[in-house]
């Protein structure tokens, strides 16, 4: 949205560091001192509830930035962002990004990148009112390997446990273990060394109401 030479050039402000898996990049609450540039990798949002639940809100990949709502506006963190996988982020000071929108006219640029972000998020709301369990798992594997980077080699294996699946769509884990057979047996999904794999990505989009 800001062109290559922008681009290269915000990045230059950062100092990059490398995450393993499921390792907290921001927590909820937070100042937003930096933003985060998503170079490599793909991590999920999510807010934390009063009773301690975790709700997804969002899936992020490699291009992305994490943060920049709570820098840009000197405020405290909405959500929390793990990552699902190694990543490699360049940390950026939240001054030094508010001067690069300034010296750039990037306000704009990010304004209208905040809101695709946003209409991105309210598809989860509408999907764990409105949708059946089977429908929320297929769509939410579908992306996270839609995600994945080109790199990767074997990126139709699912990077999430039964547990966190249950998690991160709010339903009990005996329920994503019930509905996980079931695509299992249809032939979209397999079992692989203790790995869930998308292995029909056509037919699970099909489940999955696309």
């Given at each position: ?39 490599s ?42 990552t ?26 990010l ?17 764990l ?29 699912v ?42 990505p ?9």
């Open positions: 949205m800001v062109g290559e030479s922008k681009w290269a050039r915000l990045l230059e402000l950062g100092v990059p560091r490398v995450h393993g898996p499921r390792v907290p990049l921001l927590r909820q609450g937070d100042p937003g001192t930096t933003v985060l540039v998503l170079l990798g793909r991590v999920k949002v999510f807010g934390t509830e009063p009773d301690g639940g975790r709700l997804l809100l969002a899936l992020r990949g490699a291009g992305d930035l994490l943060g920049e709502i709570a820098a840009r506006s000197a405020s405290r963190r909405t959500a929390t962002v793990e699902i996988d190694r990543c490699t982020v360049s940390v950026v000071p939240a001054e030094r990004f508010n001067t690069f929108l300034e010296e750039h006219n990037g306000q704009a640029a304004a209208d990148y905040s809101l695709s972000k946003l209409s991105q998020t309210v598809p989860y709301q509408v999907e009112v409105h949708f059946s369990p089977e429908r929320k798992i297929a769509r939410l594997l579908l992306e996270v390997v839609a995600l994945a980077d080109e790199a990767v080699t074997d990126r139709y294996r990077p999430f446990s039964q547990q966190e699946l249950a998690n991160s769509l709010g339903v009990v884990r005996s329920t994503i273990s019930q509905h996980l057979s079931r695509l299992k047996d249809s032939g979209a999904l397999r079992q692989d060394h203790g790995h869930l794999v998308v292995a029909d056509g037919l699970l989009r099909t489940f999955a109401g696309l």
